[in-house]
């Protein structure tokens, strides 16, 4: 029994380390300079809110344009609600920003491309985080022939725009698979080839963050008592690496979902049973000429708005984890 309540002594709880951490993470300097810039309170709720309307579309969009059995094209090209359009049609309740050329209420269309957009963003991002950390720790840890290897392919890659490099990537798989597959995979072809084109941003940071690492003295104390490589790598060196890749994964969303939507709006994005909001910008632009705005205005401020936020939450995580601006 005394060796239980021993034991329960010097262990702590998981429950009070979590506290311990929350604690720690509201009274730390991040939480503090959070506090301190509305700018980043404003964006920081712009996306929760972005987040939460993308994440909860199918409850929360008034219509399921998922669901191509309740499109009517009676009710294709409606203007917004309180709106008329050249014709003299007048827009209704029922679709408060207006309808697109099927049919498909434009709110809802949004906020079901919200989503897509945000699932190719995030998931193109983490997939070239962990590529391009990792290559970035071998490099800069092991440096020598490896590490000039890495570093020119990365030089390379860098001469070329990240859209040409994606439409690269996208026609070399479309012409590999047969149509029908490639469309089946269209999502995960646009997920490798946007990741393809951002590896290069985390490799770099994390190589010379790694230069720097490596010659202090915990790391040479590690080798010294023989632990593996990799193994200093992992528990050593990348966990004081992460801050500058937190600042350049949100930084590479808004440029991911750009890319996405660029890639949609070019006709080689995602399948248009799926539409992102650069495959909506894209159906509403064939029709800004004739009075139609709405089509690709809503879509488009969408567009803007969470890019802008997102943007702006990266800028104020790089000032805030930069020592040198505290």
């Known amino acids: 029994m ?7 002594e010097v262990v702590p709880s998981l429950a009070r380390r979590a506290t311990d951490s929350v604690h720690r993470f509201f009274d730390g300097d991040v939480f503090y300079s959070f506090r301190r810039s ?25 219509h399921n344009t998922d669901d191509v059995t309740t ?17 003299g049609t007048e827009g209704v309740a029922q679709f408060l920003l207006g309808t697109d050329d099927q049919g498909r209420d434009i709110l809802s269309a ?30 800069g840890y092991v440096g020598g022939k490896l590490d000039s290897v890495i570093m020119r392919i990365a030089d390379i890659q860098l001469t070329f725009p990240a859209i040409l490099i994606a439409l690269l ?24 080839a946007i990741a393809a084109s951002q590896w290069v941003n985390f490799a770099r940071t994390v190589r010379g963050s790694t230069l720097v690492e490596k010659n202090k003295e915990y790391v040479q104390a590690a080798r010294v008592i023989g632990v593996h490589p ?46 992102s909001l650069g ?11 004739s009075g139609e705005w709405w089509m690709t205005i809503f879509p488009s401020l969408a567009l803007v ?22």
């Open 169 to 192: 990537i996208d026609g070399t798989v479309a012409g590999l698979l047969p149509r029908a597959l490639h469309q089946d995979l269209k999502v995960y072809v646009l997920i490798l």
């Open 279 to 289: 495959t909506l910008i894209r159906i509403g632009q064939q029709y800004i000429f």
């Open 71 to 87: 499109l009517n094209l009676m009710n294709a090209r409606f203007p917004p609600w309180g709106f008329t359009d050249p014709f």
């Open 110 to 139: 949004m906020m079901f491309g919200l989503q897509i957009s945000l699932k190719v963003g995030f998931a193109s991002v983490i997939l070239a985080a962990v590529v391009g950390t990792a290559l970035g720790l071998i490099s």
């Open 230 to 275: 990799v193994l200093i790598m992992i528990r050593h060196v990348l966990p004081n690496v992460t801050g500058p890749v937190l600042v350049i994964a949100t930084l590479s969303l808004a440029l991911a979902i750009l890319t996405e939507a660029t890639l949609s709006f070019l006709g080689v994005g995602v399948p248009v049973t799926q539409p």
């Open 2 to 8: 005394a060796a239980d309540i021993d034991h329960r």
């Open 305 to 326: 708005v969470l890019v802008l936020a997102v943007n702006l939450l990266g800028d104020w995580l790089r000032d805030a984890l930069n020592p040198k601006l505290r």
């Open 38 to 62: 509305p700018v980043a309170m404003a964006a920081f709720a712009v996306t929760l809110l972005l987040f939460f309307v993308a994440a909860f579309a199918p409850w929360v969009a008034p």
